[in-house]
């Protein structure tokens, strides 16, 4: 499932790769309610749950998908709405919010832990978290629709197994937890605190692992313990702590391809990419049908192409100490198109410098572009020199680069697009505001249908809001309080 994160506006480096959609109101046949304790009132009394719904109604776009592929849909509309009492608890960016229902939202967010929209929290009467969804993926309603659906039933059954658990003893007693568990973290989305607790409780009660608990949970603690590790980018000792899960007697298939695939994941982080591969290569024969089998096989995939990409880097490089004049600009041709695809994985071999370096020096070994060379890179070669003078405060040079690359011949609109975005760029970081949204401005015209038009709209909306902050007149802290 996707989510849009929390992040403070205003932030350029921060907004790089999200999206600003504007978002009509909530459809009017829906009762959304918006105070929280009144909604929890009315479904006590009516003996329903609560859908409580921590949406960016104004921006964020998952929660508009969200909303318009579910909430306004018929079946959700028709049926499933009039199962549980509807609340929305609104963080727009535009429309203006009381201070108060900001206060409650606010509250609530942080109670129930919520660290991006769209959060969906099921609740009862009295306040209790039930089920927690998080995210939403495109074209995935119907899944959606039927999770929601499926709540009540699972948290009757959940009711039913606590109740049950009083009586219990013994491998009974270690089997009711296991389900109990299945259903919270599966089913409900909602890991509880009792669930380590239940756990050991679970190793105690099946000690010679004759329901074959005790190897589950004991291999559950030790990934426990490694995705801790992995959250403090500690990926070798998650490794480690992951091979003392896999060395458990007996530990069945299904459980030793998770260990594997997290295994191979903690290692894809710390780029060890061949070790990486060898671990999803295991893991997928841990368990052909397992429910990770497909995203084990994209894994290898990936893995794949970028150990034989690296290996191919590494051939390219001994070739190119032996290469002169056109088949050397070929060769750094090769090696900069294979280094590009793999720095999307943070796999690449070489620097933004040193890919620098070979951009202009296959300008200057295809002079005449006898190759097509010069033409391919020297638009790259004075964006690349323009972003070195900004970094340097150099703005003037900078600005004057990206004025050559402009002026050159036959570039498309698209490439046109891309200059008038770093010169807007270069604006704003000298705080010219209104030359900035000029050159952004342009930079749409040129291409508005371009692969960089979502983010200049973003940059735009940025360079407004600083604008306007700075045209504000600052407060005098020198002055004494009156009210003093």
Do not use: H
């Not at 009492?85 to 108060?100: A, G, N």
């Amino acid at each position: 499932m996707k989510m849009c994160r929390i992040v403070p506006a205003g932030v350029i480096s921060m907004l790089i790769g999200l999206s600003v959609f504007t978002g009509a109101a909530r459809a009017e046949d829906l009762a959304w309610q918006t105070d929280f304790e009144a909604a929890k009132a009315q479904a006590k009394a009516e003996k329903k749950m609560m859908l409580v719904d921590f949406t960016g109604s104004d921006w964020c776009g998952f929660c508009i998908k969200l909303r318009d592929e579910v909430f306004e849909k018929e079946p959700f509309k028709n049926d499933l709405s009039k199962q549980f009492v509807l609340v929305e608890l609104d963080f727009p960016r535009e429309k203006k919010l009381p201070e108060e229902l900001k206060a409650q939202n606010a509250k609530l967010k942080t109670e129930l832990k919520v660290s991006g929209f769209p959060t969906i929290c099921l609740m009862d009467g009295e306040g209790q978290l039930i089920a927690k969804f998080v995210g939403y993926g495109p074209g995935t309603a119907v899944k959606y629709l039927a999770r929601m659906a499926d709540v009540p039933k699972v948290w009757e059954s959940v009711l039913k197994m606590k109740a049950e658990l009083a009586n219990a003893q013994g491998l009974d007693r270690a089997k009711l937890l296991d389900q109990l568990v299945d259903a919270y973290e599966k089913k409900l989305s909602n890991p509880i605190d009792e669930l380590e607790t239940w756990g050991k409780e679970i190793i105690a009660l099946d000690a010679d692992n004759q329901g074959g608990l005790k190897n589950k949970y004991e291999c559950r603690a030790i990934v426990a313990e490694a995705e801790e590790l992995g959250k403090t980018r500690k990926f070798a000792e998650a490794v480690a702590a992951l091979d003392k899960a896999l060395a458990l007697q007996g530990l069945a298939g299904d459980l030793k391809q998770q260990v594997l695939f997290k295994q191979g994941m903690f290692q894809f982080n710390a780029k060890d990419f061949a070790a990486a591969l060898a671990a999803m290569k295991k893991a997928a024969d841990a368990d052909a049908e397992g429910e990770l089998a497909a995203q084990i096989k994209s894994r290898i995939a990936v893995c794949t192409m970028i150990v034989d990409g690296q290996a191919k880097i590494a051939k390219q490089m001994e070739e190119i100490e032996k290469a002169e004049g056109l088949d050397r600009a070929k060769l750094l041709d090769a090696l900069i198109q294979a280094n590009t695809r793999l720095q999307m994985y943070g796999a690449a071999k070489a620097t933004p410098a040193e890919v620098a370096k070979w951009t202009a020096e296959i300008v200057d070994l295809d002079a005449d572009n006898g190759a097509g060379l010069k033409g391919k890179y020297e638009f790259t070669k004075f964006l690349g020199e323009a972003t070195a003078l900004a970094r340097e405060k150099k703005f003037e040079e900078g600005l004057a680069a990206i004025d050559k690359a402009l002026a050159l011949a036959d570039i498309t609109p698209q490439k046109t697009q891309e200059g008038l975005m770093a010169k807007g760029l270069n604006y704003l970081m000298q705080k010219d505001f209104d030359k900035g949204l000029d050159c952004f401005k342009q930079a749409l015209d040129a291409a508005p249908q371009g692969s960089r038009a979502s983010l200049i709209k973003m940059y735009m909306s940025t360079a407004e809001r600083m604008k306007k902050a700075a045209e504000q007149p600052k407060k005098d802290d020198s002055k004494p309080n009156a009210t003093l």
